[in-house]
């Protein structure tokens, strides 16, 4: 990988400088994986994957493959995990209509009420720790978080709430 990709527009990217934002951001995901995990709701008894997909289906409903490759993993995988939150009346499953071979996957009012309860107290969470941050260093902190969001193709949730589908 070459660091003039990276160059901004007044100089370029040392390695230093980029090997430097790499260790931060992979620090940075550890925190936010422990926050995830740490604010999973008692009694939940779900996994960060079975709550990432919670989360997807949150967007609307699914084609199990389509979820399946949402998660990086095989059908397979996401039968078991489908089959596991059936079980625990988070999500419900049907046929496609245009398909009757495809399996649509789509999130219950149980499985809505986990997730709400899990991004507020994540939402609570982050905050908290926000909170500790000097406001001076609150903008750029959001301009690269911005640019990572973008960089790796997510959108923001509020993108999804009113609507907009990928």
Do not use: H, Y
Request: charged share 25%.
């Amino acid at each position: 990988m070459t660091l003039s990709r990276f160059a901004s527009k007044t100089r370029p990217v040392t390695s230093s400088e980029f090997d430097a934002a790499l260790d931060a951001l992979v620090l940075a995901s550890r925190a936010v994986v422990g926050i995830a995990a740490r604010t999973l709701p008692d009694g939940a008894d779900v996994s960060l994957v079975q709550l990432r997909a919670l989360v997807l289906l949150e967007r609307g409903p699914l084609k199990a493959g389509t979820l399946a490759e949402l998660l990086n993993v095989s059908p397979s995988t996401v039968t078991g995990l489908c089959d596991r939150l059936t079980a625990r009346g988070l999500v419900e499953r049907s046929l496609a209509a245009d398909n009757r071979r495809e399996v649509v996957v789509r999130l219950s009012s149980g499985g809505k009420a986990l997730v709400d309860e899990a991004i507020a107290a994540r939402r609570l969470e982050m905050a908290r720790i926000l909170e500790k941050i000097p406001t001076a260093q609150l903008q750029g902190m959001v301009d690269a978080l911005c640019a990572f969001i973008e960089a790796a193709g997510e959108s923001p949730e509020q993108a999804w709430s009113s609507g907009w589908r990928s």
